[in-house]
C-alpha cells in the first residue's frame, strides 16, 4: 500500500487548480494534512479581499489529501465554511486537517485555515471511503 505522501505527490500531479492556487503540502499522514500558500492579487475579490473561494478552496484540499491518506479513495460529500476574518494579497495561509472520524464508509474533517497570528476560517468536511484503493 503507498505512503500518505506517495498518494498526495500521485493527486498533486494531477491536480491543476491546487498547484495554481499555488499549494504547498508542509506534512500529511494517515488523517491529516497540512498546506501552505500565499493570496496573489489575482485571488482578490471587488472589495480588494480574497475572494472567499480561496480559504475555501485550500480547505478542500486538505481535505482532499487527509482523507485520502489511508489509502481509500474518499470524495467530499458535504462541506461548509465560516469565515472569521477577511485576507489581502500577500498573507500566508496554513490550512490545517483533522480527522475527527473515519469509519469504513464515512470520513469527517475539520479543517483549521490560519495565518500566523489568527484563524481566518474555520471549515468542515464529510467524505465518502469508496471501496477503490490507491
Known sequence: ???????????????YFSQ?????VLEVKKGYSKLQMTVREDMLNGFG??????TYSIADSALAFASNSHGQKAVSVETSISHTISLKAG???????????CSNKI????V???TISETVALFKGTVYRTSKEW
Open 20 to 24: 495554481w492556487l499555488g499549494i504547498e
Open 107 to 110: 470520513g469527517i474533517y475539520t
Open 112 to 114: 483549521k485555515i490560519y
Open 91 to 101: 498573507d500566508v495561509i496554513i490550512a490545517e486537517a483533522i480527522e475527527e472520524h
Open 49 to 54: 479581499i480574497a475572494h472567499g473561494g480561496i
Open 1 to 15: 500500500m503507498p505512503t500518505p505522501n506517495q498518494i498526495v505527490n500521485t493527486m498533486m500531479a494531477k491536480d
